[in-house]
Each structure stands twice: as C-alpha cells, then as structure tokens.
C-alpha cells in the first residue's frame, strides 16, 4: 500500500513538470499580450478646415483665383455679372464739353490692350468681385492736357497700410514693397466692407470648402470612370480532366492570352478579329457587375449653394431646376438689385475719372453716370406700365365727362 501511493506521488510530480514546460495552453501572467491579438488603427481623414485656413493676404487672393480656374460655375458666374452692368452715358453740365466728353468715354486707353470706359468697368469690376478690393490709377499727358490712360493694378501684388488718417499702397515684389508716391492719383473701391476687414470682402469668402467637395466628386467621378468605363476583360480558360488538356495548360493559356492581345492591339487600327477557342474558356468584362454611385444630388445641393452665394439666377448658366415663370420673375427682380449694388460702388470712380479730364480741359461742370436699363425684360414693364397708367387716366377723364353730363 505504501509502495502504491509513493508511486502515484512521483506520477504526478512528473505530470505537473511537463505541464509547465507546455507553452501552447499556458496562462501568461498579467501585462503580458498575445502574439495573435488583433490590433487596430484608426485610418487618416483628411480634415478641410485645415486645408482653407488660410489668413488674410496673398494667399487668399491667390485661393480665389486659383477657384477660378478650377471650377467653371464660379468663373462663369463673375463675368455674367460684369457683363449684365450694362452700358452708361457720362453726361456734364457744361454742354460745349459733352461731345470731348463722350469721345473720351469711347477712346480712352485702358491697360495695354483695352480702350474705353466700358473695358474698364470689365476689369475694375473682375478685380472687384475677385479680390475683395480694386484699384486703378489715373494717367495724365505729359503736358496735363488731359487723361490718356487708366491702369487697373492686380490686387495680388498690392498691400494696403494704414497710418493715420491716410491709406499707403505698396507694390510687392521679389525684394522689399515699393510705395506709391502719388496716392491722389488713386481710386480704390472695397467690396461689402466692415469694420473687421475695412479693406473690403471678396464674393468667393466661404466658396473654397465647398469647391473643394466639388472637385473630389469629380475626381471620383473619372477613377471611376478609367476603372468601369475603360472595359477592361477577364479570360479565364478552365482545363478538363484529361490528362492532356491539363498537361498542357500552362501552353494553351499562353497561347490564349496572345492571340487575345493580338486581336485587342488590332481593333485599335479598326481591323476587328473573332476570338475563337476550344474547351472551357469564358470572358467577362470586369466592373460590369458594378453600378457607378449616382452624384446628380449632391453635385446639384453644392451647386446651390455656390450659386446662392453669388447670386445668379440658374436659368442663367443653363441650369434648369424647376423653375416656373413666377420663379424666374422674382430672381430676375434679385438679380436687378444686386446689379444696382454694384453700379453704385463703381459710379464714383467713372465720376472722378471723367471730372479729372474736363478739369484739365477747363471744364468746372459737374459729371453724372446715367445707366442704361439693366435688360429688355425691364423695359417692357416699364412700357406696360406706362401704358396701364394711360389707359386707367383716360378711364378717369370719360367718368369726369360722364359725371358733367349728368350734372348739366
């Protein structure tokens, strides 16, 4: 009996010695990981406000054009309110000096290219609109005999300083800013100040978060496009279980795959060729299963938005979303005072360009910018107006004669 028990001692003694040399079912003490554990990362994600925050300056500047470049709606949008201003007429006073007048108005030379008021008015306005700000200088003969020319200064190369009372430009360049020495012949216009950015706040503020969605779509839009649009084929030949067929499949799938490329390189001349094989060979077009993800919402709600901020009418750009003729009526109406807006800010600057000549012609008349009408579509109310007026004056004349007959 003892010798039983002394025996099971030394069994399980050597049981719990081979068990802690196992390492497959071993406990690991505290702290200590697994090899096999599951580790997961959090994938990056690009965050826009970091990429659009952007301070004040050359890099804003440099941003709007650039989002003019890149996305046509806004670009397209800017010219179609430079061009709905409309045309002018500069009209003095003094009535011997309107025909010298008008011919300036015609004939004036504006940069290096353009002649007129009205090519001014494109790109004082372009500046405007663009860079939250414009600026020109007036240029004088050498004898001051009148005004040659005006040059409207890119707003991407002029830093404004304040001191005092009075506004400093500066032209930037390679090396330190050169400052302007004449300010008086300056005309400087801001767009929509406040008392935060006295300077002016361009029309594209806010635009570039949502161009940049816009641009991403997009850009999904043509990888898609060169992944499913592109068709691109799948052969796959499948050897039978004879012992040949698979002896031999390796040369029978290079053979396929050569007289494939050979047929697939001659259609690019317009010589098209029969794919013809023998045993278990199929082809499908890879993606064709696959939908491309619609974007016609969300490409349309951003769009909104851009156009919303910039205030064009849609029907305008050949954008046709549900508008109805009493839609269209009141953007018209919007439209129409936010041209007036603009024609306010640019009327002094016409009216200071044109007094500077007559002054140096010895004119001491006042100048005054009549506007045209901004479209046809105003016009006609104003004629159907005029003609409602009429017609309810001379219902108002046949009553009062109506009214002296019966009183006679």
Known sequence: ???????????????????????????????????????????????????????????????????????????????????????????????????????????????????????????????????????????????????????????KRIEIRQRGGEREYYILGSRNPIKINHPENLIFTALSPTPEQPYGVSLLQGLPSLSAILLRIYDCIGQNFDRVGNVRYAVTYKPSGEYGDRAYSREHAEKIAKEWALGMSASKSGDIRDFIAVGDVSIKAIGADNQIIDTEVPVRQILEQLISKLGIPPYLLGFHWSTSERMSSQQADILTSELEYYRRLITPALEKICSAHLRLLGSLGDVTIEWENINLQDETETALARLRNAQARAIELSNIKEEKALGQ
């Open 1 to 155: 009996m003892l010798q039983r028990s002394a025996v099971l001692r030394s069994m399980t003694y050597k049981y719990k010695k081979g068990a802690d040399n196992l390492t497959l079912f071993k406990r690991q003490k505290g702290g200590e990981k697994s090899a096999c554990e599951m580790h997961l990362e959090a994938a990056p994600r690009h965050k826009e406000k970091e990429y659009f925050r952007l301070e004040r300056g050359l890099c804003e500047k440099e941003l709007y054009y650039s989002l003019r470049e890149q996305v046509p709606v806004i670009d397209a949008c800017l010219k179609k309110i430079t061009r709905l201003i409309g045309g002018f007429k500069a009209v003095t006073d003094n009535e011997s000096f309107q025909p010298c007048l008008d011919k300036f108005t015609k004939e004036v030379r504006v940069g290096s290219s353009g002649s007129g008021l009205n090519a001014f008015i494109d790109c004082y306005m372009d500046s405007l609109l663009t860079s939250d700000s414009a600026l020109c200088e007036i240029i004088y003969d050498r004898d001051y005999m009148g005004v040659s020319g005006i040059y409207t200064a890119p707003m």
